[in-house]
């Protein structure tokens, strides 16, 4: 049973408007989570995190939200760009735990 | 040569072959990962070393053998594999393992195909 899932698939949207990408995971014991990207013949890069004592965490035009009574975490990009197009990643780990647990991804299309 | 490296990019093996992966790190890291990611599926944590020793071993059969001579490279060892072993395989290297903040940096993989 997977304990974090990407439930879309796929999404696209249009340039210069906001890409929402989602993450629910089932442990409640993730303290720590990640969301990478990754293009196609590559390994995925680390984007953005956030620990469970926050809720929000921004790093330029992207921002992650994290609600943990929901078990939720979602990824926004703001303007979307044509190079954002890739792969995303959701991933969590705990402190007690040496790995990373990843979703299955989600493609993101950014159209001119 | 900055980031991790894998070599090769493509590889193509029989059943009965014996081959080997290898992963670079060149980030000073202390621990290091090896990660399958099948079709549509996550990706999976296969290894982990940390500091040359072997500290994770998710249930990986005996095909696969690890091997991490330094802290600086893996080597993943394969023999008589099976079809369903075709994947993506990705190295990926961290500070120290464990803890959480830690952030892993992962190579570009090699696309095994078993025949």
């Known amino acids: 049973d997977q304990q974090v899932k990407q439930n879309s698939p796929s999404l696209s949207v249009q340039e210069g408007r906001i890409s929402i990408l989602n993450c629910d995971y089932t442990?409640?014991?993730?303290?720590?989570f990640l969301w990478y990207k990754k293009y196609p013949a590559e390994g995925p890069t680390f984007l953005i995190s956030i620990s469970s004592i926050k809720d929000k965490n921004e790093d330029g035009r992207f921002t992650v939200f994290l609600n943990k009574s929901a078990k939720h975490l979602s990824l926004h990009i703001v303007p979307s760009q044509p190079g954002d197009s890739a792969v995303y990643f959701c991933?969590?780990?705990?402190?007690?735990?040496?790995?990373?647990?990843f979703g299955s991804g989600t493609q993101l299309t950014v159209l001119p | 040569e900055t980031g991790v490296t894998q070599t090769p990019r493509h590889l193509v093996m029989g059943m009965t072959n014996k081959k080997s992966l290898k992963c670079e790190q060149h980030?000073?890291?202390?621990?290091m990962y090896w990660y399958k990611q099948s079709a549509k599926k996550p990706l999976e944590l296969m290894f982990v070393y940390n500091f040359k020793e072997q500290t994770e071993n998710n249930s990986v059969p005996s095909r696969f053998s690890p091997e991490c001579p330094n802290s600086s490279h893996l080597f993943l060892h394969l023999h008589t594999l099976q079809p369903e072993d075709s994947a993506l395989y990705l190295c990926?290297?961290?500070?120290?393992?464990?803890?959480?903040?830690?952030?892993?940096?992962f190579g570009p993989g090699t696309r095994l195909l078993v025949l």
């Open positions: 442990n409640s014991m993730f303290d720590y």
């Open positions: 991933a969590a780990t705990s402190g007690s735990a040496r790995q990373l647990t």
């Open positions: 990926a290297s961290s500070p120290n393992s464990g803890g959480a903040g830690e952030t892993q940096y």
């Open positions: 980030l000073g890291h202390n621990a």
